[in-house]
């Protein structure tokens, strides 16, 4: 069965500090996997992708996340958190012969100053 | 904005009320989604639409009822609905494959409409 894990229901951070938040998958065959945000009373906006290549993926806001096939991982990352990166992180993946996307149920994220 | 739009943005409902969702995407997309997002829950994919095509229907009760339109316009009719029907109803498009009707690329979603059912 495909699924998806976010492990942390939230994560605190201090504002400066570097922030992981961690996602594994259990697909068969090669996954798409994909990361968004969701600011209160707004919908998800995506903020980065892997689909093939470089295992570090690059996305929107200075955050960053790492395919790691080994150990089915796509965790999230920041060098240095803002209070504004305060919000709701869902990880999600598609395996890549089935148009269906599954998500995790999300880490909340809290940032102080 | 992501070039999704829904309304109306909050919705309050009883039982026995019969309403709408719409959804528009300017993008120029081709597959469209309805998910529903409960709190502390995985999103739950319900309808999938490619080329205005229902793909996936993914054992949702009837008192929920898509149509699609055009590849721009999205409906989700309601009827009849329950109290654990109250949630956040989030409409989301991308771009499909025409030939494997697979969609290769990000999702793209509205704001979504607070539901609550009374």
């Known amino acids: 069965a495909q699924s998806v894990a976010q492990p942390e229901d939230q994560v605190n951070v201090a504002e400066g500090n570097p922030l992981t938040v961690k996602c594994t998958y259990s697909?068969?065959?090669?996954?798409?996997l994909f990361w968004y945000v969701q600011y209160p009373n707004r919908g998800l906006q995506f903020l980065l992708k892997y689909i093939t290549g470089d295992n570090l993926v690059k996305g929107s806001y200075g955050f960053e996340a790492e395919f790691n096939k080994s150990q089915t991982s796509f965790h999230l990352k920041k060098p240095s958190a803002l209070v504004s990166d305060s919000a709701l992180y869902f990880c999600a993946v598609r395996p890549y012969n089935f148009n269906k996307f599954y998500f995790g149920s999300g880490t909340k994220l809290n940032v102080k100053p | 904005e992501t070039g999704v739009t829904q309304t109306p943005r909050h919705l309050v409902m009883g039982m026995t009320n019969k309403k709408s969702l719409k959804c528009e995407q300017h993008l120029g997309h081709n597959a469209m989604y309805w998910y529903k997002q409960s709190a502390k829950k995985p999103l739950e994919l319900m309808f999938v639409?490619?080329?205005?095509?229902?793909?996936e229907n993914n054992s949702v009760p009837s008192r929920f009822s898509p149509e699609c339109p055009n590849s721009s316009h999205l409906f989700l009719h309601l009827h009849t609905l329950q109290p654990e029907d109250s949630a956040l109803y989030l409409c989301?498009?991308?771009?499909?494959?025409?030939?494997?009707?697979?969609?290769?690329?990000?999702?793209?979603f509205g704001p979504g409409t607070r539901l609550t059912v009374l």
């Open positions: 697909v068969s065959g090669n996954p798409y």
């Open positions: 989301a498009s991308s771009q499909a494959s025409r030939a494997s009707g697979r969609t290769t690329d990000t999702q793209y």
């Open positions: 639409y490619n080329f205005k095509e229902q793909t």
